[in-house]
């Protein structure tokens, strides 16, 4: 149980196009999800907080309009990641808490790079 | 504030022995703390937690992790490495809020 997927797992694009990342829980109703993003060698850093049916909460420092997060229904939340440039290149993971909250059960993860 | 420390950036193991994978913790209230395991180009799987109850946990894999209210740590351990075991793992905690911070991982090498 507990499955994360994420879709696509690795994606690349020409600067200043748009890329979806979507993330979905497969066999558990996911009433808060996460988007992560990853450098090389180093930990995860939180961009943001979504929970179905409301605005995403971005931590500091993350530009909300350029990283659109949707939390339409329990098992899909996706980011949206417009006017990419070279410098948003890196792994993107989600994760996703059911009711109890207490555990994130983490995607595989996004390998986006922008040209 | 919270805060994870993983004093090891890289642990070496044989295949057989013990290993143990460090990691101390700072949190207001009530910690919450999650084993994670990362392999290459892929998410994080999810090992143990600790939320209450017994200070060993015993989680997937043959891991197992020791709550030390005194010494804020929670250190990662299994009793016989394998090379499998090889990856990178991250020590996560929250005070009780459903923010995990994470520490900056250690990566544990398992040598034939």
């Known amino acids: 149980g507990a499955v994360v997927s994420q879709h696509p797992s690795r994606v690349i694009c020409k600067s200043g196009t748009s890329v979806k990342i979507e993330c979905r829980s497969l066999?558990?109703?996911?009433?808060?999800m996460f988007w992560y993003r990853q450098f090389p060698k180093q930990s995860l850093m939180l961009m943001a907080t979504?929970?179905?049916?409301?605005?995403?909460?971005?931590e500091q420092g993350v530009e909300k309009d350029k990283f659109l997060i949707n939390h339409a229904s329990l098992t899909l939340s996706t980011l949206t990641v417009t006017s990419a440039h070279p410098e948003d290149s890196s792994f993107y993971i989600c994760?996703?808490?059911?009711?109890?909250?207490?555990?994130?059960?983490f995607g595989p993860g996004t390998r986006l790079l922008v040209l | 504030a919270q805060s994870v420390a993983q004093p090891e950036d890289q642990v070496n193991v044989a295949e057989g022995n013990p290993l143990t994978v460090k990691c101390t913790y700072s949190?207001?209230?009530?910690?919450?703390l999650f084993w994670y395991v990362q392999y290459p180009n892929r998410g994080l799987q999810f090992l143990l937690k600790?939320?209450?109850?017994?200070?060993l946990v015993k989680g997937s894999y043959g891991f197992e992790a020791e709550f030390n209210k005194s010494q804020t740590s929670f250190h990662l351990k299994k009793p016989s490495a394998l090379v499998s075991d090889s990856a990178l793992y991250f020590c996560?905690?929250?005070?009780?809020?459903?923010?995990?911070?994470f520490g900056t991982g250690t990566q544990l090498k398992v040598e034939l």
């Open positions: 994760s996703a808490a059911g009711l109890a909250g207490e555990t994130q059960y």
């Open positions: 066999d558990f109703q996911a009433t808060t």
């Open positions: 979504s929970n179905e049916g409301s605005k995403a909460t971005y």
């Open positions: 949190v207001s209230g009530n910690p919450y």
């Open positions: 600790y939320i209450t109850g017994d200070n």
């Open positions: 996560a905690v929250t005070g009780g809020g459903n923010k995990l911070t």
